[in-house]
């Protein structure tokens, strides 16, 4: 039989080594740009429209210098330490990823070059450090975000990155599953975010009382880019493109519908109201639960993950925070506590409970291992599911513990130099205080027209950061 000729244009060449796989490649530079989207400009409008009109500039811009500063960063020294050579376990040696040589070597895992792969893990980073800036908004000052994003990307995320992720770091050796940044990301963005919004300092009390979004349809154009951007941010991470991949993209679609649905359902039977806003919320908790096991749970999973995110997360906002005295005292201006740091406690315990092995062994390559508790009753695997468990556990503990301390030395070592927050003449102006510029050329805060609050009623998330007395809104749950 004669040889068939193989086209000329995968050939091996000086640009395509042998080893790259031009398909897994494509398709890794359009999941980390998707990725690249859910900030810019997704989270950049979600939070200018969520924001009072006076802070709208502000907020956005917040998200626009993280992104550009964590680009800067990452590409000096951010990316080798978290996934270079080791220093020591749960840290990489800082080292510059912008040598030609070693941008076009094979990265640490999947068929592409290092250059690749640094774009990849860059937008990852960006979004974590833009997502802190959610509990910041209106009133840290400018000053203190543009030294606390290169600190905190160096001496917080770099820890968690290279433990959990790096094929070196500790946790990753001992088979923590953090499939998509569960913890990664939303577990230290929700503890990092808290915890600097206890040393910053609350806004206004007027602004903690009433904090309207100035523009709702701009928070939802957002927040569609950060759901449809998901698909990327979760079916990327195989590195690979596989059927684990398109496992992953329908399982984060499915969960976050599933969760957004419990949550509006939740408030139209507690508050006889379906929030707009709780919708949001309900999404974001859906797509940062399934974030840690979306490709390896099966389906069924996937729904009952969404059940959970919908309900305990929308519990803790409405029920907890209101007759907790420490979480009322931080003011926390988008409820990264609850969308965060609660979602993504309870996507790391239910991937150890639900993670399938098969679909681990597909994602992992390892046999024998990652074994969620819920199987290893049916295989005799009893004593590795509960260590998996006990390794998830001891995963959330690690991440909690090193934001709370890296953010609060970050904090503490920035005010030495400049304040954390904007004084109070200026927290009344807003955005021409701190830029000298303003969203929108119409007068008034984004405030509902007279009479129109008493007749129809506001958000119920308006104040969901406030200390402010309120009555029950019908329901049995009290908002206080």
């Known amino acids: 039989m004669a040889a068939v000729p193989i086209p000329s244009n995968i050939l091996p060449a000086d640009g395509s080594p042998d080893w790259l796989n031009r398909a897994d490649n494509a398709w890794q530079l359009v999941a980390a740009t998707l990725v690249g989207l859910q900030s810019v400009p997704g989270l950049i409008i979600l939070y200018g429209g ?26 000096v020294w951010g990316y080798r330490m978290s996934f270079g050579d080791e220093l020591v376990p749960f840290w990489g040696k800082p080292a510059m990823s912008l040598e030609q040589d070693y941008l076009f070597k094979k990265a640490f895992l999947g068929a592409i070059p290092n250059a690749t792969m640094v774009y990849f893990q860059c937008v990852f980073a960006a979004i974590t450090l833009i997502l802190i800036a959610g509990a910041l908004l209106g009133r840290m000052n400018f ?11 160096t001496f917080s995320y770099t820890f968690t990155a290279f433990s959990i992720w790096s094929t070196s770091g500790f946790l990753s050796k001992m088979g923590i599953i953090d499939y998509s940044g569960g913890y990664v990301i939303h577990l230290s963005s929700g ?18 009382e009433r904090f309207p979004p100035n523009n709702l349809l701009l928070m939802l154009a957002g927040a569609g880019l950060l759901w449809m951007g998901w698909t990327g941010f979760n079916g990327g991470d195989p590195y690979i493109v596989n059927s684990d991949a398109s496992l992953a993209v329908l399982n984060t679609h499915a969960c976050t519908a599933t969760s ?18 709780g919708a949001v919320q309900g999404m974001i908790t859906g797509l940062v639960c399934i974030t840690p096991a979306a490709g390896v749970v099966q389906g069924w999973a996937a729904l009952l993950m969404g059940v959970f995110s919908g309900s305990i997360p929308w519990f803790t906002m409405m029920v907890v925070h209101k007759r907790s005295k420490l979480l009322q005292k931080v003011d926390d201006t988008m409820a990264v506590f609850h969308t965060h740091a609660i979602a993504g406690t309870l996507g790391g315990l239910l991937t ?38 006990g390794i998830q556990i001891l995963g959330i503990l690690f ?82």
């Not at 917040?62 to 960063?73: G, H």
């Open 50 to 75: 969520a924001v009072k009109k006076k802070w709208a500039v502000n907020s956005a811009f917040m998200s626009l210098y993280a992104f550009a500063c964590v680009f800067f960063c990452w590409v």
């Open 260 to 277: 957004l649905l419990i949550w509006v359902l939740l408030d139209v039977i507690f508050f006889r109201k379906p929030s707009v806003i």
């Open 191 to 208: 503890v990092a975010g808290f915890t600097a919004a206890y040393w910053v300092g609350p806004r206004l009390n007027k602004d903690r």
């Open 143 to 153: 000053y203190a975000w543009m030294l606390f994003v290169p600190l905190w990307l």
């Open 399 to 480: 991440v909690i513990v090193v934001n709370v301390i890296s953010t609060s030395l970050i904090c503490l070592f920035i005010r030495l130099f400049v304040p954390l927050r904007m004084s109070e003449e200026d927290m009344e102006i807003g955005d021409e205080a701190a830029h000298g510029e303003e969203a929108y050329a119409i007068w008034g805060q984004g405030d509902k027209l007279e009479n129109s609050s008493s007749k129809y009623g506001s958000s119920l998330y308006d104040d969901i950061e406030s200390g402010a007395p309120k009555k029950k809104r019908g329901g049995t749950v009290e908002m206080m």
């Open 352 to 389: 150890g409970l639900f993670a399938e092995p098969r679909l681990n062994r597909l994602f992992y390559g390892v046999p024998g291992n990652y074994v969620g508790l819920f199987y290893s009753f049916h295989q005799n695997l009893f004593n590795t599911g509960l260590r998996q468990m």
